[in-house]
């Protein structure tokens, strides 16, 4: 069964339902820098978590050991003490009996997933900033004529007293004015 959670392209950790470490794949040592032999028998939360993120972390696992599954985006911390984003997948670790004995989680790093994110969110905001103060009218509309930016100047020369109010306005009523 180990052999097969090594195959996961992910990290893949396993804990009993005190907390500690019972598996931690390759991917777990890759992405949080702790070898297995060191990772194994400590507890999650001093392993992965900063203590900021300690109470929700505690939430979220009390909320799996209870038998629900969690999963979403949760700020974790490598071996080094360097923070990253992970995405994670939380469910209840059932024994032969089907008795929660533990929680088994599979995470993968999405921090430059963010970075991108941001990236392209201050890259539009830039964009839009140098659109608006433009002094001609710029507007931008999908194929079927429906406007989805409209600079203050456009909306001025067709008649509209801002750019939303011209966003809002239907193509006939653009067209009319225009």
């Known amino acids: 069964e180990a052999y097969l959670l090594e195959q996961i392209g992910a990290a893949v950790i396993a804990t009993d339902l ?12 890759a992405l949080y820098g702790w070898p297995a032999d060191d ?5 999650v939360l001093e392993a992965l978590v900063g203590p900021d993120d300690a109470g929700p972390a505690t939430a979220i696992l009390d909320e799996v050991r209870s038998g629900e599954r969690w999963e979403g985006e949760f ?10 984003t ?3 997948t939380l469910s209840p670790l059932l024994d032969a009996d089907g008795i929660i004995a533990g929680v088994v989680g599979v995470s993968v790093d999405i921090s430059e997933r963010h970075r991108l994110q941001d990236e392209l969110r201050r890259s539009h905001d830039e964009l839009d900033i140098i659109l608006r103060g433009v002094a001609d009218g710029i507007t ?14 456009a909306a001025r020369a067709i008649g509209f007293p801002n750019a939303e109010a011209l966003i809002r306005a239907g ?4 067209m009319q004015r225009f």
């Open 18 to 29: 005190a907390g500690r470490i019972i598996h931690w794949n390759r991917h777990a040592e």
């Open 75 to 84: 700020p974790a911390r490598r071996r080094d003490g360097s923070a990253v």
């Open 39 to 43: 990772a194994v028998g400590r507890d």
């Open 171 to 174: 193509v006939g009523e653009v």
């Open 86 to 88: 992970v995405f994670a």
């Open 140 to 153: 931008v509309q999908r194929p079927d004529g429906e406007l989805v930016f409209a600079n203050e100047a």
